[in-house]
C-alpha cells in the first residue's frame, strides 16, 4: 500500500479539493495553508483515515505537527500502522 | 407525489412538537419509510441527501417521513436538553404515525448515529412482535466511537487555534461522567445524551426482517466491525445485504454532495422487498 497516495486521496475526498491534490506532494503546507481543513474537516480526517487504513488515533498522539504539512501527516499514519501491527 | 409538512405531537414522557415532512406518493404507498438523521453537523451536511433519496422514494411509489428529532432542526425543544432515550422514543412515535397512515411495515433508514438509534427502535419493536425492517446508510458500528467522533471535533479547535493539550478528550468525558454539558462545535451536549449514545450499539434483534447496509468509499466491502453486526442479524433470523458504492462521504465532506449511487443502491433494496 502506497501510504502517500492513500493519504493524499483521503485529503481530497474528505476536503472536497476538485482535484487540486493532483499536485500535492509531501512538502505541501496543510494547516494555515489549505482553507478547508476547518475543525469539523480535522475530525472527518482522522475518522477517515481509522477507517481506510484499520488503525485506532489516540487523540493524545496528535499535535500541530501533525497536520502542518502532507509528509507530516503520512509520517504521522506510518507510525500509527507500525505500532497498531 | 405531494409533500406535507407537519408538526406531530408526541405524547412521550419529554412532550413537544416535531417538525415532519412526509413525501406522499401520488398512488396508494407500496412499502414506507422513516428517516433517522444524524445529529449536530453531520444532519446538517447530509439534508441534501437525505431530501433527494426521500423524493425518490415518493416518485417509487414509496411513502417517506423525515422527522427532526427533539431539540434538532425545526423540531420543539432544545438540543442541549434532548437524551438518547427521547430520541428513541421519537423514533417509535414516527413509526407508529408511518403505520397508521399507510398500513405498511416500516423501513427504519438511518444514517451514520441514525443506525444506532435505528437498531434501538428495531430491538424496542421486536418485544411488542413487530419487526420492522432496515436500511443502513454508512453505520458507525458503536456508540462509543460516534461519541468519540464528536468529543474529538473539541479538540480539533483547540489543535487549530495552537492551544492543544494532551488528553483532553478523555477530560472532556470525565465531566459528562460528572453529570455536566460540555459545548462541542456550537452544540451544548448534555451528560444524558452522552451517555445514551455511548452505550447505543447495532445489537440485533429477533426476527424475520430485512436489513441492507450500505457504505460510500472506494472499498468492496464492508467494514469489519459493521460486517461482525450484519451476522448476527442474520442469526437473529433477518436477511441481510451490504456493500460499498462509489461516491463521496457526503455527511462530513466540507462541500454539500451527492451520493447517486448510493440512491440508486437504495431504492433497488426497497423495492426487491416490495415485489418479492
Known amino acids: 500500500m502506497d501510504v502517500t497516495h492513500e493519504v493524499i486521496r483521503v485529503l481530497e475526498d474528505v476536503l472536497s479539493l476538485k482535484g487540486r491534490s493532483t499536485s500535492f506532494s509531501r512538502e505541501t503546507p496543510l494547516l494555515g495553508a489549505v482553507p478547508e481543513l476547518d475543525s469539523m474537516a480535522v475530525v472527518s480526517l482522522l475518522t477517515t483515515l481509522e477507517e481506510r487504513f484499520g488503525i485506532v488515533i489516540d487523540d493524545g498522539d496528535i499535535n500541530g505537527e501533525t497536520f502542518r504539512t502532507v509528509g507530516?501527516?503520512?509520517?504521522?499514519?506510518?507510525?500509527?500502522?507500525?505500532?497498531?501491527? | 407525489m405531494t409533500l406535507e409538512a407537519f408538526f406531530l405531537p408526541v405524547g412521550t414522557p419529554r412532550g413537544g412538537r416535531r417538525y415532519c415532512l412526509f413525501h406522499k406518493p401520488a398512488s396508494a404507498a407500496r412499502a414506507c419509510v422513516l428517516y433517522v438523521h444524524p445529529f449536530a453537523e453531520e444532519m446538517n451536511k447530509s439534508r441534501r441527501m437525505a431530501a433527494l433519496m426521500a423524493r425518490q422514494f415518493a416518485a417509487d411509489g414509496v411513502a417517506v417521513l423525515q422527522m427532526d428529532l427533539h431539540g434538532c432542526g425545526d423540531s420543539s425543544g432544545d438540543f442541549g436538553d434532548a437524551s438518547w432515550h427521547d430520541w428513541v422514543d421519537d423514533v417509535l412515535v414516527g413509526c407508529t404515525w408511518l403505520r397508521e397512515r399507510t398500513g405498511a411495515r416500516p423501513w427504519l433508514w438511518g444514517l451514520r448515529s441514525g443506525c444506532l438509534l435505528a437498531a434501538e427502535a428495531a430491538r424496542r419493536l421486536s418485544h411488542t412482535g413487530l419487526h420492522v425492517d432496515l436500511l443502513w446508510w454508512a453505520p458507525i458500528a458503536s456508540g462509543k466511537a460516534a461519541l468519540q467522533h464528536f468529543l474529538r471535533l473539541k479538540s480539533a479547535g483547540e489543535l487549530l487555534a495552537g492551544s492543544a493539550s494532551r488528553g483532553s478528550v478523555d477530560a472532556?468525558?470525565?465531566?459528562?461522567?460528572?453529570?455536566?454539558?460540555?459545548?462541542?462545535?456550537?452544540?451544548?451536549?448534555?451528560?444524558?445524551?452522552?451517555?445514551?449514545?455511548?452505550?447505543?450499539s447495532l445489537a440485533s434483534a429477533a426476527g424475520d426482517r430485512r436489513l441492507a447496509s450500505w457504505d460510500v468509499g472506494s472499498g468492496h466491502a464492508a467494514s469489519p466491525a459493521v460486517q461482525r453486526v450484519?451476522?448476527?442479524?442474520?442469526?437473529?433470523?433477518?436477511?441481510?445485504?451490504?456493500?460499498?458504492?462509489?461516491?463521496?462521504?457526503?455527511?462530513?465532506?466540507?462541500?454539500?454532495?451527492?451520493?447517486?449511487n448510493l440512491i440508486a443502491a437504495s431504492r433497488e433494496t426497497v423495492a426487491e422487498a416490495v415485489t418479492a
Open chain 1, 72 to 85: 507530516t501527516l503520512v509520517d504521522f499514519v506510518n507510525e500509527q500502522l507500525a505500532t497498531s501491527a
Open chain 2, 172 to 200: 472532556l468525558r470525565e465531566r459528562l461522567a460528572a453529570g455536566e454539558s460540555i459545548e462541542v462545535g456550537g452544540y451544548r451536549l448534555s451528560s444524558a445524551l452522552a451517555s445514551g449514545l455511548e452505550q447505543a
Open chain 2, 230 to 260: 450484519l451476522a448476527q442479524w442474520q442469526i437473529a433470523g433477518a436477511q441481510c445485504r451490504s456493500g460499498v458504492v462509489e461516491g463521496p462521504a457526503f455527511w462530513q465532506t466540507t462541500e454539500v454532495e451527492e451520493a447517486p
